[in-house]
């Protein structure tokens, strides 16, 4: 808690920006609100804006996220779930940094005041200790907040582990809430938006096989990560969903649970991706992104290529063993 405690003494004074990174989820929002509840002068902000579960959650907690900023009204900006600077979409080259993550590190936070920790399934329960070491009282809005954001990005806690099972169950104790509290807030049925999506990325895709595995790829203009996990329920392994916007391109990748614990990791594959082509790309083994410049279909040929090439070797390394 080492790191944490020194956190905690910087963010009691000064004022201080949160930002969140590009079409912010719940995990994001759920952190911002922890740190805007527990220490002053904190405002909070979204460049890239919220995702359709997020904006619910503001308006449930009360809560204003700004969509511009004027960097030089703050002394300290911090920034939560965010694996790279270009995620929270400003130039923030000569600022006072803290940085809050739980994504594999890119290196854009090395020099700054940062805590990351790999093995927390959400920044919510990072943000809690955060709370916690404050002597935050946590009252049910405090309370509901990184509960959300740890439901949601543990996908509904399949993916959880111990760990988070455990601080979800320390937040309920401390501020009272009930389960049904934190699923009404997350169980939205898809807008149609969202379902023209889906079925246009699965008139868009192409995918590739070896042996039982198989790797997808789709072109879209919205709801990448949506897009991914529909993609994965039709039957693919391994998803990757891009869109263009003139010469930016965003992807989102997903891959089985399965896949995962046979090796495969989307954020460090997207990393090396984005290494190669100069942007920025991270996140989870089973779920991550890429941003930057460049022609997407070019970049989901690379992530397909990549992808296929971990499978060649796990079946060549499958074969030297028998």
Known sequence: MGMLSTIVQKLRSGRKVVLLHGNADPDALGSAYALYR???????????????????????????????????????????????????GID????????????????????????CDETRRSCAEIAFDLLKLAGTVIDRRIGLAPSVGMLTDSGHFRFANATMMRTFSDVMDSSGINMDEVMDLTDLEPDVSERISQLKGAQRMRFDRLGDNIVAISLGSAHESSVCKSLLNIGADVAFVGSQRDEKFRISARAR????????????????????????????????????VGDVEAILNICMSRSMAFFRERREAARSQS
């Open 257 to 292: 649970q399965d896949i995962v614990r046979k090796g495969m990791h989307l954020g460090k594959l997207l990393d090396d991706v984005g290494g190669e082509t100069s942007n920025n790309g991270g996140g989870h083994a089973g779920a991550a992104g890429l941003t930057g």
């Open 92 to 115: 923030l080259t000569g600022r006072d940094i803290v940085s809050i993550d739980h994504h594999t590190p890119s290196g854009d936070w090395d020099g700054t005041l940062f805590y």
């Open 38 to 88: 527990a220490f002053p002068e904190v405002t909070v902000a979204a460049l890239g804006g919220l995702d359709r579960l997020a904006k619910v959650m503001a308006i449930n907690l009360e809560f204003e996220v700004q969509s511009s900023v004027d960097l030089d009204d703050y002394d300290i900006v911090v920034a939560v779930d965010s694996s790279s600077m270009e995620q929270v």
